[in-house]
């Protein structure tokens, strides 16, 4: 089970990127998905979700400048990030499932749950 991140890059502070996680082996459809990051030297932290019934979720950083969305067609999910920011370096992953995670209003914690990775896709804010 494998997901690909991709859209990363080097941005100016106020600009924006837009994140694509995508599956080739298994859907994404009616899952749980989550954008993650982790920024040098600190813990990984949850960014946005979607809820297998299409809601979402974001942490407080998040909120009002990230939005994350589904394409079925495509088996793909994306974060669309604006007025990114310096302290929003980091490197993003995206999961299927996570084992746990807590963004926004949503807790998450399933020991059995799929728990697929991406490889992370590197944000860098700088001017």
């Known amino acids: 089970l494998q997901l690909v991140e991709s859209g990363g890059g080097l941005v100016q502070p106020g600009g924006s990127l837009r994140l694509s996680c995508m599956a080739s082996?298994?859907?994404?459809?009616?899952?749980?998905i989550c954008w993650f990051r982790q920024a040098s030297g600190k813990e990984r932290e949850g960014v946005a979700c979607i809820h297998e019934d299409d809601n979402t979720y974001y942490s407080d950083s998040a909120k009002g400048r990230f939005s994350i969305s589904r394409d079925i067609s495509t088996n793909s999910v994306y974060l669309q990030m604006r007025r990114l920011r310096p302290d929003d370096t980091a490197v993003y992953y995206c999961?299927?499932?996570?084992?746990?995670?807590?963004?926004?209003?949503?807790?998450?914690?399933?020991?059995?749950?799929?728990?697929?990775w991406g490889q992370g896709t590197p944000v860098t804010v700088a001017s």
């Open positions: 082996d298994f859907t994404l459809k009616n899952r749980l």
């Open positions: 999961a299927a499932e996570p084992k746990r995670v807590r963004v926004g209003s949503l807790y998450w914690a399933a020991s059995n749950a799929l728990d697929a």
